[in-house]
RNA sequence: GGCCUCGUAGCUCAGCUGGAUAGAGCAACAGACUUCUAAUCUGUAGGUCCCAGGUUCGAAUCCUGGCGGGGUCACCA
């Protein structure tokens, strides 16, 4: 079971790396792949073919290190030439000096040079940044072409005995949202869920229900589907609390008590580290709903109504929130259906001696070699293990869909889980096993502390949902900018401003970091925010309508451009490059932090220059054109990220 | 205890995989709406990048050792 549990932890990728000492060529510089810049892949050559002519070095060109130049100091790019000096046996000054003017001489779009400090700064001639984006503006889309890969991304994972918490809502958001961005990167993307819709927590819900339910059902009582069935969890919970702390008093309960193998231990550690065996060899409720297990495992038919009723419950609910959430999802898998899955797998590795059997039956692989231990794969009664079934469905999941690849969107308590599993498919030459990514992703803390199911402490997502709306909604009434909108409209905008703060602040984390989730600052709509990315949209619509009629190709006329303008130029140009990174990288914070940004500059420029009222009409048609592309962009990365734009707000 | 992981401003987070004087937002304080939506912008203040060594021309970033938080080591899922 995937399950987005309600404890805590923290992160991913873990290697055994073993170090050998290389010893290197000394002139062989540190290597580091030049910006992946068509400009600066030029000027490398130019730099290159320098140092050949003046110094006799044969240097790559991907040795060069190239920055973007830092805001306080003049040009675009930045070689940074320590490393060069012990070749050339130069300085810094007369290096510098002899590469900048070569690379001045030789290439066209370099304006100028300067160097500080044996930083050498490349100016470009603006006409160069303008001309850069013309063709920005005629791209008509930002998808790359197809990479030929499909993948498959599994996320949100739900147990079917109770609603969705926080912990799911960043699950759902980063799976859905990664799997916008491996398709703007050129994947085919499959999304999937692993379903946990069978075990003991699902037939606690069923008994309570049965016992105390009393024929009620969503519709008599008009609540939530999936609220429902978790509230019966939460009974049956109640309920055998009770009963247990009355059988603490009894005399079996004292014998047991007084024979603890740990006289140290005071009672009440004694009996919350007992409460499992209690469950499982004593309680009347722990007994009738083992028995109901077995009945579903024997397909009792009774029971197998009760589960399918009580699931199609859950379902319901579950879809109501992915609605609001503005998330679906291609294919679900059951766990009810998969578990007895990969089996046949594990005899047919013992054959291939990828695996082997013990004594008792049970069956093992040694993946030391991989740095971890021996892991068990089927039980000595042949029963599955979830690492038997998570061998079968990824099988199954390849049969189905042909996919070369997959990501599993699951916390990093599961790290070692999907390691070994990882490492296992590998060892059995699945097709697909080079391309298995685990999105581990850190759990979702409270500013008190860990979220605590038994505590209660848990933020439902529906109910955040809700607030969040309820805080734009205030918001927007206060501003009174739409008034005049009708109330199907305004309602569509709260939701969207909503949503936008919502999800902004999951997703601007970078994932493997567990993160403090504080629900006052979650509804803030100022500063790095959803709403602060939407407001800069909404403001160029505005331009927009006031705009009228223009002849935006007067815009190209006008290259005197402000620091302000070559500044979103700059960052627009790169669009594409950061869905590439998120995408690689499997990180949406990186396309978050981009439009953050990205508005961040319009702002400024919406604040520093007049733009209906610009000095010329060339300037006008420009600047409304600028805002058009800041607007697509924001509106096509936010659409990645899974936030809708609002017109108005 | 073994292994994994995190530690950056009062708080929440960036920091482009080794480069220039470590950046944002929130909170605090001071400014900017007769003019394109002030959910905005500008400024001030706020730092021993957990500590100590090491590698390097150069370290928040890499290595080693500590300290502190979290995770994980089931015939559970």
Request: glycine share 6%; with cysteine; aromatic share 12%.
């Amino acid at each position: 079971m995937r399950g987005v549990y309600v404890c805590v932890f923290s992160t991913t990728l873990f290697l055994t790396c073993v170090h050998g000492n290389f010893i290197l060529p000394y002139f062989c510089i540190k290597y580091r792949n030049v910006m992946d810049n068509k400009f600066t892949t030029e000027i490398a050559k130019s730099v290159v073919e320098c140092l050949k002519v003046k110094y006799d070095l044969d240097v790559i060109p991907e040795s060069l290190l190239f920055n973007e130049t830092r805001k306080e100091f003049e040009g675009d790019y930045t070689l940074v030439i320590f490393p060069l000096l012990k070749l050339t046996k130069s300085n810094p000054n007369d290096l510098g000096a002899i590469l900048g003017e070569a690379v001045v001489n030789e290439i066209e779009f370099v304006e100028s040079y300067n160097l500080i400090k044996g930083f050498l700064n490349f100016k470009l001639n603006a006409s160069v940044w303008f001309e850069e984006y013309i063709s920005f503006t005629t791209k008509e889309s930002f998808y790359s072409e197809s990479s030929g890969k499909k993948t498959i991304v599994e996320f949100s994972s739900p147990n079917t005995n109770k609603p969705l918490h926080l912990g799911h809502a960043r699950n759902i958001l980063l799976g859905w949202s990664c799997s916008n961005i491996l398709e703007a990167a050129g994947h085919e993307v499959v999304r999937t869920q692993i379903v946990n819709d069978r075990g003991i927590a699902i037939c606690k819900s069923m008994l309570a229900w049965q016992l105390f339910g009393n024929g009620e059902t969503p519709e008599s009582t008009g609540t939530k589907s999936d609220h429902f069935v978790g509230k019966y969890y939460v009974l049956f919970e109640q309920a055998f609390k009770t009963e247990y702390i009355t059988w603490q008093a009894g005399e079996t309960a004292r014998s047991i008590y007084e024979n603890r193998p740990n006289k140290e231990q005071v009672e009440a550690d004694f009996f919350k580290s007992y409460k499992n065996k209690y469950f499982n060899e004593y309680s009347p409720l722990g007994a009738q709903a083992k028995k109901m297990l077995l009945d579903w495992e024997a397909g009792l038919d009774s029971v197998i109504d009760l589960w399918k009723k009580m699931n199609s419950w859950v379902y319901a609910g579950f879809e109501q929130t992915y609605d609001q959430l503005g998330v679906s999802f291609d294919s679900y898998y059951y766990e009810s259906e998969t578990y007895k899955l990969g089996k046949d797998i594990i005899e047919e590795g013992v054959t291939r001696e990828i695996f082997y059997k013990k004594a008792d039956g049970s069956v093992w692989i040694d993946l030391e070699s991989e740095g971890l231990d021996h892991k068990l794969v089927l039980r000595s009664d042949g029963t599955s293990v979830y690492m038997t079934q998570d061998i079968g469905t990824a099988r199954k999941r390849y049969e189905d869909t042909e996919a070369n690849g997959m990501v599993y969107v699951v916390a990093d308590e599961q790290d070692y889980h999907f390691q070994a599993l990882f490492a296992i498919l590998k060892r059995l030459g699945e097709p697909y096993h080079e391309d298995l990514f685990h999105l581990s992703y850190g759990m979702v803390d409270l500013p008190t502390g860990r979220m605590k199911s038994r505590e209660g402490k848990v933020v439902d997502a529906d109910d955040l949902v809700q607030e969040v709306i309820d805080e734009a909604r205030k918001n927007a009434v206060e501003r009174g900018e739409i008034e005049d909108a009708s109330a199907d409209e305004r309602e569509e905008i709260y939701n969207k401003i909503g949503m936008a703060a919502l999800k902004f602040f999951i997703l601007k984390v970078n994932p493997k970091k567990r993160m403090i989730f504080n629900p006052e600052e979650s509804v803030d709509m100022q500063g790095t925010t959803g709403p602060y990315i939407q407001n800069a949209y909404v403001r160029i619509q505005s331009i927009n309508r006031k705009a009228g009629d223009l002849d935006l190709t007067v815009g190209k006329s006008y290259t005197k451009l402000e620091d302000i303008e070559l500044d979103i130029i700059k960052k627009l140009t790169s669009y594409t490059k950061q869905i590439q990174a998120s995408a690689e990288q499997f990180d949406p914070s990186l396309l978050t932090n981009f439009c953050y940004e990205l508005a961040k500059a319009y702002h400024k420029f919406y604040n520093d220059v007049r733009i209906l009222g610009a000095e010329s009409e060339g300037a006008k048609a420009f600047r409304v054109n600028l805002g058009n592309q800041v607007a697509r962009v924001l509106k096509h990365g936010f659409g990645l990220i899974g936030i809708e734009m609002p017109n108005r707000m």
